[in-house]
């Protein structure tokens, strides 16, 4: 079988030679290679490449290596006018058909295809149940089929969309057509979905490391979260970046105090207006504005490339929706940050919405969801390991170099006076009671809180009354969360959250044994990301003709009504602050300037970097 591949695919410098015209690179990416010789040769693939791996390009140099269109079905149509400007930029003959074309422009890109003008068509998933539209593409001489974001096609996915499986039909009006499916994050359990529910002709699996070296993972302690993302980002006034919020009132409230704080930012969820919703996102795209503070609404599929921080305000509900939101920053291959804000306060809020769920199989589902985030932010040791094992991947190292906990292990200390306080405490109102109150309520009462709730139950009463005002309330948070992670106190989410203590408390509390657990994390300031062994970064650059590269590609950007990454990335850019090419030929050398882009720039960047550092 293998031999078949070799005979039909171009032999590899072929390959190389077009991956360096079309899109300057000099090498390609991990089994880049492979998927693309095995496409060529019109086999079914499966291919999981992590975000920032590319994807993208499996399938479209095959594209301009043969004849026929390639039809590539994608979830957002709003995503899909930047993915068919990157393509122009490099040269390559695409164009998209969705519902933000007016009936003159379909038209005349209908007339294009029946000419064969194009060598990529991007289509959404709901277009394809039109049998108009599959008449055409019998006509348009269709080569091969690319189903990107593929895990939408399965219910066990984090982002499933009902319309992926009318793809299926696709595959039966075009039996003999190959197939290839890809994604950036999916379980096993979800690549057997992917290749059953497309039909996927004994296909070749590629499952590519999710390991993103480039970026560093950190959890910080919610308390005052909105204060530490100002000081973090005003610490860094060039970076771009994401931050997920919960709720569409908290991706306002976030954006408004951002603003407030001198921060260009804008919310982006599902109330806002359409309109304001794609504007907004434009402005995120084209460098316009520095931080959208978003739902998970935003975000799939976005190939801005100079993202440089992603924050989630609130904890994520699974590790795949975590996996792929953070996969958003570093697309470049520069160092970026991936911070998450932690309280236990999170948990349980999710706790009450499963148990809103009517279905016990999702509610069992969900819960193990959440099960799994809330260990992975909890975890003392490299969460690096913890992400990769989710799914399934071995990191066999002992310190990543690129996580919290490697970076900055949290010591392990004596907590054995305050917990027994704490526990003391929760036990003692449950008994004066007869019924369990919050962990909130029994930080008052250890704090010696004057209201009302204390005074109507007689809990001023009680011989832990007042004994923890020696210790703030964001400690005593973190002691609670800690004897809930360690199971000396357990909460019912079924009854808003009350605390009990567990028959591991009772035995702590009665035989006064040692309690040790983590110190409290104080380490929100420490955002940027430090450089590893494996981030193979040179930072040896010229940070002021940088600076002036950008501002020229944000001019050459908005004169073509492109985001600014579609011209250059700024990995590209720093090589040339870095390289200081002075002739074309130098500057086809650097990896990201393919003919095109040589042609069409190369004379403006020489300029720019000739005036600014002479000869």
């Known amino acids: 079988m293998m031999e078949t591949v070799a005979a039909l695919s171009p032999p590899p410098a072929v390959l190389r030679d077009a991956l360096k015209r079309a899109f300057g690179f000099d090498a390609f990416r991990p089994l880049q290679e492979e998927i693309v010789s095995d496409v060529l040769a019109d086999r079914d693939v499966f291919a999981l490449l992590p975000t920032g791996g590319g994807k993208s390009l499996c399938y479209q140099l095959p594209a301009i290596l043969t004849d026929g269109l390639t039809l590539v079905v994608s979830p957002l149509i709003a995503l899909m006018k930047d993915q068919v400007d990157a393509m122009r930029t490099t040269g390559i003959a695409a164009t998209f058909l969705n519902s933000s074309l007016d009936y003159d422009e379909v038209r005349a890109r209908t007339r294009d295809l029946e000419r064969g003008a194009y060598k990529l068509l991007y289509v959404a998933p709901e277009r394809l149940v039109n049998p108009n539209f599959i008449a055409d593409l019998r006509r348009w001489k269709i080569a091969r089929i690319a189903v990107d974001e593929a895990h939408c096609i399965s219910e066990w ?75 973090m980002l005003k610490s860094r006034p060039d970076d771009a970046g994401i931050i997920y919020v919960q709720s569409r009132a908290g991706a306002d409230a976030l954006a408004q105090r951002l603003s407030a704080a001198g921060i260009s930012a804008l919310a982006y969820h599902a109330g806002l207006d359409a309109a304001v919703r794609a504007r907004n996102q434009d402005k995120f795209l084209r460098d316009d504005v520095r931080v959208i503070c978003a739902t998970i609404a935003f975000g799939m599929g976005i190939d801005k490339s100079n993202v440089r921080f992603v924050i989630h305000y609130d904890l994520p509900k699974n590790i795949e929706g975590y996996y792929q939101e953070t996969g958003r920053a570093g697309r470049d291959g520069l160092p970026a940050d991936c911070l998450l804000f932690f309280s236990h306060g999170d948990v349980n809020k999710y706790e009450r919405f499963i148990l809103e769920k009517e279905d016990v199989d999702e509610q069992a589902m969900a819960r193990a969801q959440l099960e799994q985030m809330t260990r992975y932010a909890y975890a003392a040791g490299c969460r690096r390991r913890e992400l990769l094992a989710y799914f399934g991947e071995n990191w066999t190292e002992e310190n990543c170099g690129a996580c919290d906990n490697c970076l900055e292990p949290r010591p392990i200390v004596d907590a054995t006076t305050n917990a027994q306080k704490l526990l003391s405490c929760v036990y003692r109102i449950r008994e004066a009671s007869g019924f369990a109150l919050g962990i909130t309520h029994a930080i008052d009462v250890l704090l010696g809180e004057d209201n009302d709730k204390i005074y109507r139950y007689g809990h001023a009463n009680l011989t832990t009354y007042g004994i923890g005002k020696d210790t703030d309330r964001q400690t005593w948070r973190h002691i609670a969360d800690e004897l809930i992670r360690l199971q000396y106190i357990e909460q019912d989410a079924a009854r808003y959250n009350v605390v009990s203590v567990t028959p591991l408390g009772r035995t702590a509390l009665v035989e006064r044994g040692p309690i040790e657990m983590r110190a409290p994390n104080t380490r929100v300031s420490k955002t940027r990301a430090k450089k590893s062994a494996r981030t193979a970064i040179d930072a040896d650059y010229d940070d002021d003709l940088f600076r002036s590269l950008r501002a020229l590609r944000k001019q050459l950007a908005d004169a073509r009504d492109v985001p600014a990454f579609v011209i250059f990335s700024d990995a590209v850019l720093r090589a040339m602050a870095r390289e200081v090419p002075r002739t074309p030929t130098q500057m086809r050398a650097i990896s990201g300037v393919g003919d095109k882009k040589l042609a069409d720039f190369g004379e403006r960047f020489l300029e720019a970097i000739a005036s600014f550092s002479p000869a």
């Open 157 to 231: 996915g984090h982002d499933f969309r009902p319309e992926y499986r009318r793809i299926a039909e696709l595959r039966d009006a075009f039996p003999d057509l190959p197939v290839v499916a890809l994604t950036a994050t999916a379980t096993s359990r979800v690549r057997d979905d992917i290749v059953s529910l497309l039909a996927l002709r004994e296909p070749k699996r590629y499952v590519a490391s999710f390991n993103r070296p480039n970026l560093t993972y950190r959890i910080a302690d919610k308390q005052r979260a909105s204060d530490a993302i100002v000081a």
